[in-house]
C-alpha cells in the first residue's frame, strides 16, 4: 500500500495547485516601482509620474501615495489628493499606473523645493517594490540662472561665497566659509528699505548700516555690541560711480579719527578701473598710497558674480575682466585671467596662476 501511496502524494504537492488563477507569479505579490528622483521647471507644464509594475497585474487593485512637500511650494494632483493622500486604482493586466503633477507658477523667487511621493500601501497580491519614492525637484523660473556660489582656491588657501534670495530677486543671505588654512564659516544677513542695502548683519551684535540720501549712498557706520566702531563717507564721481570714501575709526579718546581713503576709477562703460588706498600721515592734507588694484581687458561677457564690490550689492564690474594687478606691501602681482562657459555663455570656471575660480548657478 506505501508504494501506492507514493505517486499520489507527489502529485498533491505539485507546484502548479498553488498558483492562483491567471497568476504567473504564483503567490508572490506584484512589486510596483516609483521612477528615479528628477527635477522639474516650476513654469513648465504638467508632468506626468509614473508607477511601473514588475509584471502585468493578475488583478485589480489600488495603490495608495503619501505627499511631502517644501513649505510654500504650490500645487496640485491629477487625480486630486485629499489630506496629503493620492490613491490609485489599477487594472487587471495593466503594466504601469500614472498620476499628474501640475506645479502653480508664480512671478517670485520661492527657492528651489521638493515634493516626494512614497508609496503608503498596496492592496492585496500587490507590494511595495525596491524603490518606493520619488524626490521631485521644482525648479524655481524666477531664480533659475541667477548665481547660487563661487569658490576659489589656490596655495593653500580657499574661500567661498553661496548666495540665497529674496521673493523679490535680492540678496537674502551670503553664506561664507575661508581656509587660510584655519576654517572659519559664517552668515551674513541683508536688509533693504525702498529696495536698496539698508542693514547687514555679519553676527549676533555686529551690523553694518547704510544711509542713502535722493538715491545716493551718504554714509555708513558699523556697530558692534551697541558699539559704533567706524563710520564710512562717500563720493560720486561725475557719471554717478561711488568714486571714494573716507573711512573714519573709533580711538581709545573717544573720538573718531580718519584712517583710509578709498578711491575708484572707472572705465566709461562703468566697469571698474583701478582702486587706490591712502593713509593719512604728517598732515591732514598728506596721504600716502599704500595699495593699488588694477582690472583691465575687460570681457564682452558678462559678469554674474559680485565678487568685487565698491559697495555690497552695487555692482562694480559688469564684464569679466581678463587681468588683474595689485601693488602693495612691496609686491607688484600681475595676474591673467582665462574663463570656461557653460552652453549660455555664463562663465564656470577662472583661472590663472596658481589660482583657480568655479562659479554655479540655479
Known sequence: MGYILLPAILIGCSKDDDQAPGNPGGSNPVAINL?????????????????????????????????AADDGLQFHTVPAAINGFLTLQIAEEAETV????????????????????????????????????????????????????????????????????????????VEWETETPGLRRGTDTFYYEDGKISRINYHDGRDEYFYWDNGRLATSEVIDQGVRKSYDVYAYDEAGNIGGKQQFDLQGSGEYTLSHVFVNLFFTDGNLYRQLTYIPVDTPEEYELISTRTYENYLDKPNMFPVVEVVPTVQAQHNLPGSYRVEENGADLQYVFSYEYDTEGRAVRRTTQGEETTYSYY
Request: charged share 25%; glycine share 10%.
Open 35 to 67: 521612477v528615479e528622483d528628477f527635477s522639474h521647471l516650476e513654469n513648465a507644464e504638467a508632468v506626468e509620474i509614473t508607477l511601473n509594475l514588475e509584471i502585468p497585474a493578475f488583478r485589480t487593485g489600488q495603490v495608495t501615495i503619501r505627499i
Open 98 to 173: 500614472a498620476f499628474t503633477l501640475v506645479p502653480q507658477d508664480d512671478d517670485l523667487i520661492g527657492g528651489m523645493k521638493h515634493v516626494d511621493f512614497t508609496i503608503s500601501s498596496a492592496s492585496e497580491g500587490f507590494a511595495i517594490g525596491e524603490r518606493g519614492s520619488v524626490s521631485v525637484e521644482i525648479i524655481d523660473d524666477e531664480l533659475q540662472g541667477k548665481p547660487r556660489s563661487y569658490q576659489s582656491s589656490g596655495g593653500g588657501w580657499k574661500s567661498s561665497k553661496t548666495y540665497l534670495y529674496r521673493p523679490d530677486g535680492q540678496i537674502d543671505r
